[in-house]
């Protein structure tokens, strides 16, 4: 027997990520394949970069797409920026803060963890008392936008304690990009990285990262040599950087970064700005619609992510059994609970080009049937009309 080509169901993508890929992105990725040094690629390289900076709200240098998954962007600014023996603080208020300190580890630094409660924002006081007690660390490190559990932080004032204790702040903005506020200039973030799968709506596999010039110098004055030959930025901008002449380092995933670039086409057209109030007037009208079912957000609400809303599994309620049938009903994945928060929340998902009035409403109507069905103690047949309200107040 031969195997045949593959074809993947149509869902809709209302999970932690990756988000719904437009037709628009999918057929950039389909044009053909050229040399990655082919005059033609370079100069979409460095469309791509300006597009970057555009998004990131920086006018850093060094800011491109590394190639492959936000987690390698994540790495990338630990193995680059901490040297053996560097005392990193690191933020924890879910499961991604915890994987900051596993690469701290595996480069050889302290990490000095504190933590907060999963499903609250990062404390900028415990940060500021924990510089207090530790003078000799030279890195902060957080998440913006805690994807396991739906809370943002205020990277503002993080970056601005870190600073006053003569810190380099490290930013996880992997889902916060493009969905919410960020500005990697304006708030002075010395190091940041992020993920295309989120609310860039591209498919999954780049991360997008830029470097401020203190960081740049402090990588620049390091006494060991990076210990990943992939990820040495010393290495990697010899075929991203500057204007001079590109020298091979890996073949880049060609295909790939055209569907960024047409990703972050749309952003500039829509404006960035306008992409951050879609997220967040669809979530509203989501919020209308689960409450007025009486399910219950995990995050407070000055605390809570637009474009990810974890919401608590009712009592009683089996949680895979109403994922199960989402996808097999409607092919509308949401996210499970992760970590410590397994089996008790629901990760719903208004990434990118998936946060649409559209969608709201079919995630809406899909849940009131199933939660229905099973039993669970809700609201029937209020959630769509109340998130209808909210869309055209
Ligand atoms: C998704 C995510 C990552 C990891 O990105 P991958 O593309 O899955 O490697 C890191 N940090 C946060 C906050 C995320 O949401």
Redesign the pocket.
Known sequence: MTTKSFHPPQRILLG??PSDVSARVLAAMARPTIGHLDPAFVAMMDELKTLLRYAFRTENELTMPVS???????ETCFVNLVEPGDKVIVCQN?V?GG?MRENVERCGGVAVMVQDDWGRAVDPNKLEDALKANRDARLVAF?Q????TGAVSDARRLVEVAHRYDCLAIV?A??SLGGSPLEVDGWGIDAVYS????CLSCT??L?PVSFGARARDRIKGRKAPVQSWFLDLNLVTGYWGGTSRRTYHHTAPINALYGLHEALVMLQEEGLENAWSRHRRNHLALRAGLESMGLRFVVPEEERLPQLNAIRVPEGVDDAAVRGALLKDYGLEIGAGLGAMAGQVWRIGLMGYASNARNVLCALAALDDVLGRLGAPIERGVAVHAAQRTLTA
């Not at 492959?68 to 994540?74: F, L, T, V």
């Open positions: 932690p990520g492959a998954p936000g987690s390698a962007g994540m879910g991604f994987r998440v936008a805690e994807t396991s996880d992997v889902t993920g295309t799968q989120k999954p596999g991360a």
